[in-house]
């Protein structure tokens, strides 16, 4: 079993930057892929950008944040989403979550099925 914390969120202003990390724990060398969604209360869990763990990899999937990138240092077993030029519709709970299955059509990977553990997540608030 894959174990995962997420760090780094807090309350920024309105153009600021954030950097949350992932850690994982457990059985790292069953990540595949680890992917960040968000959340918002009352709303689906939504793609944010995934990573192919073993190579680090970024994937180019769907029409997310172009401010933010994705990125992980393999020794540390830690995963970073770098956040910037924030806004307040970017305002959510982040988290991260691995897959241990290779996905042949990457489409899938934006889809929160797709991932077989999840952190505990970290706040995001941006202030207007």
């Not at 309350?11 to 930057?17: C, E, K, N």
């Not at 680890?34 to 763990?53: C, D, M, N, P, T």
């Not at 680090?56 to 770098?82: C, E, M, V, W």
Request: proline residues 4%; contains cysteine; glycine residues 10%.
């Amino acid at each position: 079993q894959v174990h995962l914390a997420e760090s780094g969120g807090g309350t920024v202003p309105a153009g600021g930057s954030l950097r949350l990390s992932c850690t994982a724990s457990g059985r790292t060398d069953n990540i595949v892929t680890l992917g960040w969604f968000r959340q918002v209360l009352g709303k689906e869990r939504e793609f944010v950008s995934a990573i192919r763990w073993i190579d680090g990899f970024a994937y180019s999937l769907g029409s997310g944040p172009g401010r933010f990138t994705i990125s992980r240092d393999y020794p540390k077993n830690t995963a970073y989403l770098q956040m910037d030029n924030l806004k307040p519709e970017d305002t959510a709970i982040y988290y991260c979550a691995s897959d241990k299955e290779y996905r042949p059509v990457k489409t899938v990977l934006m889809s929160a099925t797709a991932y077989d553990e999840w952190g505990q997540g970290t706040q995001v608030t941006v202030s207007s």
